[in-house]
Nanobody
Framework: QVQLVESGGGLVQAGGSLRLACAASGRSFSTCAMGWFRQAAGKERECVAAINRSGGSTYYADSVKGRFTISRDNAKNTVYLQLNSLKPEDTAVYYC???????????????????WGQGTQVTVSS
């Protein structure tokens, strides 16, 4: 069992930055592939970034490539999402997700993830 708690969301002006963190409980974090998803009002939840269990491979959606950075600290059971050059269209609830993986795979689809956090709101004003 893995429990996830996100933090770091808030209100920021366009062009600003935020750093989201997702703290995981349990002893399995280093065997989890992780992902960050977001869901804007009236839209489907989408994967914006993913990282494999070692941190050696990452994925970014085209819409955030070059602006967002995913990283993890397995010693702290935490995955991060650095959001730079924020735009109003980045406004959404951001969720972290985890799936146990004994390989080094990346996962980008919602139905591949088993554990979810409660989400943290990011609002970007123009």
């Amino acid at each position: 069992q893995v429990q996830l708690v996100e933090s770091g969301g808030g209100l920021v002006q366009a062009g600003g930055s935020l750093r989201l963190a997702c703290a995981a409980s349990g002893r399995s974090f280093s065997t989890c592939a992780m992902g960050w998803f977001r869901q804007a009002a009236g839209k489907e939840r989408e994967c914006v970034a993913a990282i494999n269990r070692s941190g050696g491979s990452t994925y970014y959606a085209d819409s955030v490539k070059g602006r967002f950075t995913i990283s993890r600290d397995n010693a702290k059971n935490t995955v991060y999402l650095q959001l730079n050059s924020l735009k109003p269209e980045d406004t959404a609830v951001y969720y972290c997700a985890a799936v146990l993986d004994w390989g080094f795979s990346l996962y980008t689809r919602m139905n591949e993830y088993v554990y979810w956090g409660q989400g943290t709101q990011v609002t970007v004003s123009s």
